[in-house]
């Protein structure tokens, strides 16, 4: 096991092969869980296949699909020689982009798969769109399929023209980009360089995966914690449980709930069922603080140091991408924002600019609407009080989706905070 963690999202066109990649790097990795093997191996030779291979696992995955049961390729884990990895949310669940946003499953880096037979798709666009907009640090691209076009070198020379155009266009750094040649089925150029693309000699995707830049660990900025439930257990009392966004909590410190706009002295902090003296980010806590009650706060409140508390925004100012929305979006529109562990209706008071993706420049000012494939800088009032910090301050509290009619329509990251 490594030290060093990192949250992984798989993103990509539908079919283009994320299962089928996640399952090769927990096989090739070791991360399989040795039950599983062993039942498939089981399975295996009862059938009379011979032997354990990943073909087998993958093939029964595809069944179990079939008969409709979900294979969750969100939360899996693998070891690299630098990094544990952890898979977050991959997009086609359902929630996806609103986890992404909301913090549950912020992810440092990506791996765009990108099927040789078919380059890039509709959601291939609209992941790479998302990755840019939500501070995605860098891309791996894994040109898959490879056996189904021969392992021909145009083909993939092709795709690589193709999917560069694409991450030009959102201005997303192509110097640190690898694009790989690989086939999640066979095998090719995941843990081994493989024989049948002797053109290529860059690196194989574990290796791509351990060249990665280390994520820097968020203790540095001042303690944020969104307050998922609150608890009253018999003994301690009131106990907000959250996820430690940024920063450290340490019992005796002095902290505030906005925007509830309550605070007091943290008593005790408990992590698995047991009681610590301080917890960091990425930790799962319960905590008591002194003279809080259970109605004095609620879900959707960040909790912070009392002499650097959360900010409270009377409007905001954001850029946004609009993803999917039957029309168009003018000023007024008041659909409801997830941010961190709130959802709040908001008025989008302004659209203030509408960006050219392509050069990042403004394209318009004051356009009278935008509508899907746009991105715009916005100026949105929170209809109840909404705890958000600029992205550029604190990018894990810093960004949001917006939702309405059960889908997600847009996402975005705020520029300004204009405090009540
Ligand atoms: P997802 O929707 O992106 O998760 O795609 P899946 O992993 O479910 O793959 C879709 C289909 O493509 C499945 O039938 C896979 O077996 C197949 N597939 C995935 N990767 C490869 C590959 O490298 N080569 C071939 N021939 N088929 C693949």
Redesign the pocket.
Known sequence: MSEQHQNLAII??????????V?RLLYETGSVPEHVIEQHREEAEEKGKGGFEFAYV?DNL?EE?ERGVTID?AHQEFSTDEYDFTIVD?P?HRDFVKNMITGASQADNAVL?V?ADDGVAPQTQEHVFLARTLGIDELIIGV?????VDYKESTFDEVVDEVNQLLQQVQFNTDDASFIP?????GDNIAEASDNTDWYDGEILLEALNALPEPEPPTDASLRLPIQDVYTISGIGTVPVGRIETGIMNTGDDVVFQPSDVGGEVKTIEMHHEEVPKAEPGDNVGFNVRGIGKDDIRRGDVCGPADDPPKVAETFQAQIVVMQHPSVITSGYTPVFHAHTAQVACTIESIDKKMDPSSGEVAEENPDFIQSGDAAVVTIRPQKPLSIEPSSEIPELGSFAIRDMGQTIAAGKVLEVNEK
């Open positions: 990509g066109h539908v079919d283009h092969g994320k299962s089928t990649l399952g993958m595809a699909r390729i991959c086609g798969v099927a898959n399929k490879m056996d189904v690989i086939s999640a089925f066979e």
